[in-house]
């Protein structure tokens, strides 16, 4: 006998949202409700320059993720029109994701999971706030690069030394062969 359809359709939706949970541990849950399919649009689009996704899901399907994935705690979140950003940048994908529901009220930000913990909304604005991680990379670049510049201005500035009292003992050799 087959297997109904919308039990298929079921199972297929489990499984691929198993994968992209596998494949991007790190997520967002939010409310859409009330945003259009055009902002919703503007919304992955902004969230593709930080390689990361945003899905609709179905409250059931993601629980049982979440229950198969042993992620307590955060099925008590996935309650009404449910979205899920897949990050692959987390900062940036927070940035957008805050300054979009600034802009769109309807997008309620609840929580997220990144590095193996959920972060409360607070810790989202606050991932928000940073630089983008170009400008973190190089700060850490300019600060490991910072001693060693110092170390090169310390020794050219013996060997400056060490050129200019080479030059003076020149001087006074050369001065005293004319004198006598």
Do not use: Q
Request: hydrophobic share 40%; proline share 2%; with cysteine.
């Amino acid at each position: 006998m087959e297997e109904k359809y919308g039990i298929s359709t079921k199972r297929f939706m489990l499984e691929e949202l198993a994968k992209k949970f596998a494949a991007s541990p790190d997520f967002m849950i939010t409310n859409y409700k009330g945003l259009s399919s055009l902002d919703m649009e503007t919304l992955r689009k902004e969230l593709g320059k930080s390689r990361s996704r945003y899905t609709v899901v179905k409250n059931s399907i993601v629980k049982r993720v979440f229950e198969k994935s042993d992620l307590k705690g955060i099925d008590e979140l996935v309650k009404g029109e449910t979205g899920v950003g897949f990050l692959g940048d987390a900062i940036g994908a927070s940035k957008t994701f805050v300054d979009f529901s600034k802009k769109h009220s309807s997008l309620k930000l609840k929580a997220a999971f990144i590095d193996g913990k959920i972060e409360s909304l607070d810790r989202i604005k606050h991932l928000a706030a940073l630089p983008p991680k170009e400008v973190l990379l190089s700060l850490v670049i300019s600060h490991i690069k910072s001693p060693i510049t110092g170390f090169v201005g310390v020794l050219s500035g013996c060997l400056r030394k060490l050129v200019y009292a080479i030059n003076e003992i020149k001087k006074k050799k050369e001065g005293g062969k004319e004198n006598g």
